[in-house]
């Protein structure tokens, strides 16, 4: 395959439209003509899970993914978290899930056939609300708080919408979330909703030039 092919496409309820397309074995997803996702660029996606790993520091653990992509946070969180981790995944999209079950299911090793997940359709924002005790929060949706692309997650970078995420976690509980870019704009959520947190940066080779991506960890002040 010589140019890249539409595969599959699909709409959010707000009329948002995916694409998935592929060429030569590999695969992006596109959101309103945006690229989303690439099975060529899932370092800073795994990278997000280990650092939660680490600081997690706890075994059986109860963990909440917004945003299943092409599912490599999730393989990662599977390889890390141990055989007692129970992990739920928002993703608002249906077709995504289809997709990650059909032509993207071996890229990250069929993740969704692990007896340790399940797959909740609907936004985060809803999955958070129903959602408490949970030892980790890991949030992988639009590219990040500076580059929203499903305008009703733009709430969920604000005070009140991290708050949200303060009262879904477990004490000592531990939100990530990765960025594209740094976002001063969710550092100043962060801090008025009572996080103490830290950016970690992971640098992504592409085209010859450096792409810095940000993961940003964080858990409530005591």
Known sequence: MDRWEEL???????????????????????FNGWEVMSSRM????????????????????RV?????????TLRAMLDLAGPDARIVVAELVPAVVAWNRGPLASLAGRPLEDDRVE????????TLAVCEHCDAVLLDVDNGPEAVLYEPNRWLYTAEGVDLVKRALAPGG??????????????VALDA???????????IPAGGRGIEHSIYLARPRR
């Not at 397309?21 to 596109?30: L, N, P, S």
């Not at 909440?64 to 490599?72: K, V």
């Open 193 to 203: 909703a009572g996080m103490n947190w830290r950016r970690e940066t992971v640098d």
């Open 42 to 61: 899932s370092v800073s996606e795994e990278v997000l899970a280990r650092l939660v790993c680490e600081d997690l520091q706890r075994t059986g653990a």
């Open 8 to 30: 599959a496409q699909a709409f959010t309820p707000e009329g948002d439209r995916l694409t998935l397309r592929g060429r030569d074995g590999a695969f992006e997803i596109r």
């Open 119 to 126: 797959v909740r359709c609907g936004s985060v924002i809803d």
């Open 174 to 187: 531990i939100l990530g979330l990765w960025s594209a870019d740094r976002s001063p704009d969710f550092e």
């Open 64 to 72: 909440l993914i917004g945003g299943l992509g092409m599912g490599y």
